[in-house]
């Protein structure tokens, strides 16, 4: 089954920026031909979809993260991508990508983001 390896986060200090990744091993797995989403998960609290990208490129993100992440999919690279901009502290987390609007595969380890001042 597919396996999900999530790549690009660290430490930034509010307003920066950082562009985290997502690539899949272990099987055949197209990211053009699945629903897709990037999840994040804060101390303390539950697991939610920030942003998401249908198979057709239609594009959508929760309110709080609006305007400044941007969801893309290189099918080239058959890699998916976040841009994350104008970072605050509220966006530490932990980032995960899979399927949307539901993670039903196999979660990767995700990769950590913490803003801090």
């Known amino acids: 089954q597919v396996q999900f390896v999530e790549s690009g986060g660290g430490l930034v200090q509010p307003g920066g920026s950082l562009r985290l990744s997502c690539a899949a091993s272990g099987s055949g797995f197209i990211f053009s031909l699945s629903n897709m989403g990037w999840y994040r998960q804060a101390p303390g609290k539950q697991r939610e979809l920030v942003a998401d990208?249908?198979?057709?490129?239609?594009?959508d993100s929760v309110d709080s993260v609006k305007g400044r992440f941007t969801i893309s999919i290189d099918n080239a690279k058959n890699t998916m991508y976040l841009q994350m901009n104008s970072l605050k502290p509220e966006d530490t987390a932990v980032y995960y990508c899979?399927?949307?609007?539901?993670?039903?595969?196999?979660w990767g380890l995700g990769t950590q983001v913490i803003v801090f001042s």
């Open positions: 990208i249908t198979r057709s490129g239609r594009t």
């Open positions: 899979n399927v949307a609007p539901v993670g039903r595969l196999n």
